[in-house]
């Protein structure tokens, strides 16, 4: 049996794609958030701002030597605050990241999505 390598899936998905790269688009969350709030018709995708490909904001590499972070945590509709613990290559967030808070800014509700058009 043949082992199957990274080479083989990029093959794969490139036949697949390929014959459908004109109307089909792959794209993150928020990348099909932005075009749900702001609507394009198809034949306008290839110059969508929002969709551009160009960028090359790539994760940083993983560090040698990471920070352990203790941190306090706390449900929104719980009384009592636990402590978690994480690793990361930043310096420790000021709590426990969670959901609308993915920094651990301690600011509920940050990263809630919010279109351009309604941002003051």
Not at 100 to 112: A, L, Q, V, W
């Amino acid at each position: 049996m043949k082992a199957v390598t990274a080479h083989t899936w990029t093959n794969a998905y490139c036949t697949i794609t390929t014959p459908m790269r004109d109307d089909v688009w792959f794209v993150t969350v928020t990348q099909a958030l932005t075009w749900m709030t702001d609507p394009r018709p198809a034949k306008n995708l290839k110059t969508y701002e929002a969709w551009r490909c160009d960028k090359k904001d790539f994760p940083p590499k993983p560090c040698n030597l990471s920070n352990k972070c203790a941190l306090s945590f706390k449900l929104p509709d719980s009384n009592f605050t636990d402590t978690r613990y994480m690793e990361t290559c930043s310096e420790c967030p000021n709590q426990y990241p969670w959901l609308g808070d993915s920094g651990g800014t301690g600011i509920p509700g940050k990263d809630n999505y919010i279109p351009d058009n309604l941002r003051k």
